[in-house]
């Protein structure tokens, strides 16, 4: 069985400071890793993606996540979040074998002037 | 390249009657999937198609059913809604195993 934790619901952060957003799984089987991005009445946007080879993931908008294998977590970074960063963040993890998302219940980033 | 499209993007019906969501999955896609977003139980699988076959299906009752056709357009039916079947219905396509999937912008559904 697969599940997907993320620690906190709401993060608030001032513009230009730093942020993280933790995430950790649990699965019997071995997982491909991803984070999402949901902005308000929107589907859901790719950030990042972690397939296979090195554990630190660059993606869009200057986001990157670092794969632990031993403490099963894939959490989230940006050195510098602007106000357009606002919106719910998902983790997700979806099985080698099984054409299917399980996400975590999101982590609301309120980013303050 | 076009994303994937889902129409209606808001629906309101009535406790009891049924509807059909539709979604267009990008080009080459072969798979689409279906999700209930809600905000007590967030994200949550109902079902996955590929190749008109279902491949993967969630745990949620015999009213909400899905198809897909040789173009890998998909539907998605609810019948006898119910209140708690308000939510966001989001549908995804993916390009294969192994790669991210694609969403669309949803389609809000409220029952009264």
């Known amino acids: 069985a697969q599940s997907v934790t993320q620690l906190d619901s709401q993060v608030p952060v001032f513009e230009e400071a730093p942020v993280e957003l933790r995430c950790n799984y649990s699965?019997?089987?071995?997982?491909?890793l991803f984070w999402y991005v949901q902005y308000p009445n929107q589907g859901l946007q790719l950030l990042l993606k972690?397939?296979?080879?090195?554990?630190l993931v660059k993606g869009i908008n200057g986001f990157e996540a670092e794969f632990n294998k031993s403490q099963t977590s894939f959490h989230l970074r940006k050195p510098s979040v602007h106000i357009s960063d606002t919106a719910e963040y998902f983790c997700a993890v979806s099985p080698y074998n099984f054409n299917k998302f399980y996400f975590g219940s999101g982590t609301k980033l309120n980013v303050k002037p | 390249k076009a994303g994937v499209t889902q129409t209606p993007r808001y629906l309101i019906k009535t406790r009891g009657q049924q509807v059909t969501l539709s979604c267009s999955p990008i080009s080459g896609h072969r798979s689409v999937s279906w999700y209930q977003q809600t905000p007590g139980q967030g994200l949550q699988f109902l079902f996955e198609?590929?190749?008109?076959?279902?491949?993967n299906k969630g745990n949620f009752p015999g009213r909400f059913s899905g198809r897909q056709f040789s173009n890998s357009r998909s539907e998605m039916n609810v019948s006898t809604l119910e209140l708690g079947d308000s939510a966001l219905y989001l549908c995804a396509s993916r390009p294969g195993q192994g790669t991210e999937a694609f969403f669309g912008q949803g389609t809000r559904l409220t029952v009264v």
């Open positions: 972690y397939l296979s080879g090195s554990t």
């Open positions: 198609y590929f190749s008109e076959t279902q491949r």
């Open positions: 699965s019997s089987v071995s997982v491909y």
